[in-house]
């Protein structure tokens, strides 16, 4: 893997990390990543492996509708903040969002569409 792409996906793995959003599944993807490629491990093994993970639990726009509109999601975001999130991914989904865009979600689509595991979503 070439620096510049090597580069892409240790700045995407950063924002996973550090996303208060991120799955615990997603934070081990990352940092087992992180791991590998510090200790001299094949980068492109490790991304694959990476990218296979993340691709396992993907929010898509309609489960982040849903979401924000339960009780769970109000419960979650707060009434106002629920409602606030719902008509943001509602627009989004007009727009021709197909995933969450939250601060967890993005840096994973970004590292998928990259490496050609998915069509790019409406902010990339």
């Not at 700045?11 to 490629?37: C, F, G, Y």
């Not at 001299?40 to 982040?64: C, F, P, R, V, Y």
Request: with cysteine; hydrophobic share 40%; glycine share 6%.
């Amino acid at each position: 893997m070439d620096k510049e792409l090597l580069d892409f996906a240790s700045t995407k793995v950063d924002q996973m990390l550090s996303a208060p959003s991120a799955s615990e599944e997603t934070k081990r993807a990352a940092q087992a990543w992180k791991d590998a490629i510090a200790a001299g491990k094949d980068a492109d093994a490790a991304t694959n492996t990476l990218l296979d993970a993340i691709s396992e639990h993907q929010t898509t726009i309609d489960d982040l509708i849903a979401f924000a509109g339960s009780d769970t999601g109000r419960q979650v975001f707060g009434e106002e903040g629920a409602a606030k999130m719902l008509a943001h991914s509602q627009a989004r989904k007009e727009a021709g969002a197909k995933f969450c865009d939250c601060a967890a979600c993005k840096p994973c689509h970004e590292l998928l569409h990259k490496f050609g595991r998915e069509e790019a979503d409406v902010y990339l």
